[in-house]
């Protein structure tokens, strides 16, 4: 049986200048960091920008012309999540890989086209728990 998504929870936005993206994106659409997620921008991870009510989610990643391409992320509960970390390895026929985000999980894989795919829990320390259980 296929595990449930709940939403899209992000989509990974490339750009040239992340400062300038961030002006317009406030600016046009509204869109402000996430005061919780900019842990992240360190090392070139993403800047995460949300609407005034959390709902609408884009991720800014600084790349060079030629890097640039769109990751959807879909969020999950925890116990959805970890339905899908058992799932997606015997569906797709391969290894996906888990990263801890510190404040998230995400599992990420790819779809036939090479277009990035990812699957997020904020409910991070059920996750956590789970994983520790069933590592030791």
């Given amino acids: 049986m296929i595990p449930a998504l709940t939403a899209i929870d992000h989509v990974h ?4 200048d992340r400062d300038a993206a961030e002006a317009w994106y406030a600016r046009i659409l509204g869109l ?20 005034a009510s959390g709902t609408v989610h884009i991720a800014l990643f ?16 925890a ?12 569906a797709l026929g391969h290894p996906i890989e888990l990263e801890d985000h510190q404040v998230s999980w995400s599992l990420y894989f790819a779809d036939p086209d090479g277009n990035p795919c990812e699957i997020t829990s904020y409910e991070y320390a059920e996750v ?3 994983l520790r259980r ?3």
């Fill in 13 to 16: 936005v490339h750009v040239l």
């Fill in 79 to 90: 116990r959805d999540f970890l339905a899908w970390q058992s799932y997606l390895p015997a």
């Fill in 128 to 130: 956590a728990a789970v």
């Fill in 134 to 136: 069933s590592a030791g």
């Fill in 32 to 51: 402000v960091r996430v005061p919780d997620l900019v842990l992240w921008e360190a090392g070139g991870g993403p800047l995460t920008l949300a609407n």
């Fill in 62 to 77: 600084a790349r060079p012309a030629g890097k640039r391409h769109a990751t959807i992320a879909f969020a999950a509960t």
